[in-house]
């Protein structure tokens, strides 16, 4: 079993910047591809980004490449988000995950641990 907990969300203007955090605990967090998802309301749960197990590999949905950047610190059990550029369309509940497969992965199916959730509202 591993536990997350994301940090690090909240209300910024269009343009600026947020960083998120996923603290884990449980289980070796350096066995574990990771990934962030989010959800707006109405609207199925995608990927943002995922990262392999030792942070060599890193995948970006299309519509957010160039301004978010994925990063985990292994020795610290946290994932992060950075966020730049944000866009009102960026408004939703991020989700961090840990995903149970032996390489990087941003198949929904693969990610058997989730966060709660923060909260990212962008402003126009």
């Known amino acids: 079993q591993v536990q997350l907990v994301e940090s690090g969300g909240g209300l910024v203007q269009a343009g600026g910047s947020l960083r998120l955090s996923c603290a884990a605990s449980g289980r070796t967090f350096s066995n574990y591809p990771m990934g962030w998802f989010r959800q707006a309301p109405g609207k199925e749960r995608e990927i943002v980004a995922a990262?392999?197990?030792?942070?060599?590999?890193?995948d970006y949905a299309d519509s957010v490449k160039g301004r978010f950047t994925i990063s985990r610190d292994n020795a610290k059990n946290t994932l992060y988000l950075q966020m730049n550029g944000l866009k009102p369309e960026d408004t939703s509940v991020y989700y961090c995950?840990?995903?149970?497969?032996?390489?990087?992965?941003?198949?929904?199916?693969?990610?058997?641990?989730w966060g709660q959730g923060t909260q990212v509202t962008v402003s126009s």
């Open positions: 990262i392999s197990s030792i942070g060599l590999n890193t």
């Open positions: 995950a840990a995903a149970r497969s032996a390489i990087i992965t941003t198949a929904r199916s693969a990610y058997v641990y």
